[in-house]
């Protein structure tokens, strides 16, 4: 196998070379070109591979995202949980009377059935 030394200091081998030519490459200086511009995609490519591998470091990042959204949930209750605590203040008259009388309707039918309509 042929090697060429090229100006970085790697090797390129001369049948790939003539392979890329082949392919549209314009000579040496291109092919580095693509050279260097695969070894970073595939860079990318283990770099991904390897974020997919780390299940504790997924797991972790997915904990912290849930922590974050039972954050904002509880902050949402509390702040829903005081807003109807204010507007039961503010109906707890009516609210009152409306329950006595839900009351003594639900009394009254237990003493009619229980009496059979009759007062003695």
């Known amino acids: 196998m042929t090697q060429e030394v090229t100006r970085a200091g790697s090797h390129v081998d001369a049948s790939a070379e003539g392979a ?11 092919l580095r070109r693509q ?11 283990v770099e991904q591979l390897a974020g997919k591998m780390d299940v504790k470091g997924r797991a972790r990042a997915r904990a912290d995202d849930l922590r974050d959204k039972a954050g ?13 605590g204010r507007a039961g ?19 009254a039918g ?5 009496y059979g309509g009759h007062w003695h």
Do not use: F, N
């Not at 890329?20 to 291109?30: F, L, S, V």
């Not at 904002?72 to 109807?84: D, G, K, P, Y």
């Not at 203040?89 to 009394?107: D, K």
């Open 20 to 30: 890329a030519t082949a392919q549209g490459a314009k000579g040496p200086d291109e």
């Open 35 to 45: 050279i260097e511009q695969t070894r970073h995609e595939l860079g990318d490519t």
């Open 72 to 84: 904002a949930m509880t902050v949402q209750l509390r702040s829903s949980a005081a807003h109807a």
């Open 89 to 107: 203040l503010r109906y707890r008259r009516p609210a009152l009377i409306v329950g006595m009388a839900a009351g003594i309707v639900v009394a």
């Open 110 to 114: 237990v003493m009619m059935r229980r």
